[in-house]
T-cell receptor, first 118, second 114 residues
Framework: GAVVSQHPSRVICKSGTSVKIECRSL??????MFWYRQFPKQSLMLMAT?????????EQGVEKDKFLINHASLTLSTLTVTSAHPEDSSFYIC??????????????FGPGTRLTVL | GESVGLHLPTLSVQEGDNSIINCAYS??????FIWYKQESGKGPQFIID?????DKRQGQRVTVLLNKTVKHLSLQIAATQPGDSAVYFC?????????????FGKGTRLSVIA
């Protein structure tokens, strides 16, 4: 099956600092990657859609200047949480969709990154 | 639309019994559905999918049923095991949808009682 990795798996940072999270598709090329945020005991909330080589599309209410997304290649997307605050503490999950030509549009998910802002 | 701020319903099942997890979807244009399993502290894991031209699909110990008339999806787990304890999400999409993301349901927490 398709494998998506995330790094780091856990990060603790001080308020006001920036944190970068990497998402990689290890054995397939992904035209599109998605970034989700998940609070405890809740469902996944889509933050943005990231397309290789173009600007990300953000969901309503998600600040693009705070959550910087870069999708520089078909296997790597990064999410940078800038000037992080305690309310940004959450579980961040990326997912990747294969290139067109796959029989389905299945999204494969990374293992998630637990961000704690002190 | 996206599930926002909803607490997860819980289903408790005795080990060895069958589990049935239900999901209602809202978009009648959706033609592709997926069930994901999410264990604590991990990302969602693909379980099984089904297209709208099917009513039923079976995997290993799991069966997905689709009722398009009432826009209802269910996941049946046979002989539930402690390792099945997790949160289960249904997701919907439209095939050949380009860049549109999956839309997730609110999820159901399955607790298996040994």
């Amino acid at each position: 099956g398709a494998v998506v990795s995330q790094h780091p798996s856990r990060v603790i940072c001080k308020s006001g600092t920036s944190v970068k999270i990497e998402c990689r598709s290890l054995d397939f090329q992904a035209t599109t990657m998605f970034w989700y945020r998940q609070f405890p005991k809740q469902s996944l909330m889509l933050m943005a859609t990231s397309n290789e080589g173009s600007k990300a599309t953000y969901e309503q209410g998600v600040e693009k200047d705070k959550f910087l997304i870069n999708h520089a290649s078909l296997t790597l997307s990064t999410l940078t949480v800038t000037s992080a605050h305690p309310e940004d503490s959450s579980f961040y999950i990326c997912s990747a969709r294969r290139l067109a030509g796959a029989s389905t549009d299945t999204q494969y998910f990374g293992p998630g990154t637990r961000l704690t802002v002190l | 639309g996206e599930s926002v701020g909803l607490h997860l319903p819980t289903l408790s099942v005795q080990e060895g019994d069958n589990s049935i997890i239900n999901c209602a979807y809202s978009n009648s244009a959706s033609d592709y559905f997926i069930w994901y399993k999410q264990e604590s502290g991990k990302g969602p894991q693909f379980i099984i999918d089904i297209r709208s031209n099917m009513d039923k699909r079976q995997g290993q110990r799991v069966t997905v049923l689709l009722n398009k008339t009432v826009k209802h999806l269910s996941l049946q787990i046979a002989a539930t095991q402690p390792g099945d304890s997790a949160v289960y999400f249904c997701a919907e999409n439209t095939l050949n949808s380009g860049n549109t993301p999956l839309v997730f349901g609110k999820g159901t927490r399955l607790s298996v009682i040994a």
